[in-house]
């Protein structure tokens, strides 16, 4: 899936939205895709937990930190769980942490950064909402595509 993004834009040029963030890859997979699933949540991963411990079947969890970069939204643990659960990849507008661990899964994460510190576990938070990442409004049931030159979104699977 090596650069697959560029060429997904040549080819759907007014059916794709570039998500303009700089995203750090922390996964052992650097190009993933799948329907979307959303958490938002502010220092809580208690829905990115539950969620990804529930049957992924190929998707792709999008989380809106709500800006909050003091607490890790994801780690090994729930990494782990991810690929269990048969996740297609994770990405955070957030930090992650154990990022060592994060590397060997074979799953796609990409980030904003790291931060060592866990979050707290209150149970909030918000699942399958729309975000809003840099302008671009992703909703559950859209499709992500994500390689080394970034992250895309669209309503309609491409043909790739």
Known sequence: MDDKLPDLCDQHPDAVQWVPMQWFDY??????????????CYR???KVKA?????GDGQVLVVDGSGAMDRALLGDLIGQSAVDNHWAGIVIAGPVR???????????IKALGVCPIKTHKYGQGEVDVAITLAGITLTAGDYLYADQNGVIVCTNPLNT
């Open 27 to 40: 996964g052992a997979k650097r190009g993933f895709e799948g329907r979307v699933r959303t958490v938002r």
């Open 51 to 55: 969620l990804l411990a529930s049957p």
């Open 98 to 108: 154990d990022a060592a661990t994060l590397s060997t899964l074979p799953l796609g």
């Open 44 to 46: 809580d991963n208690s």
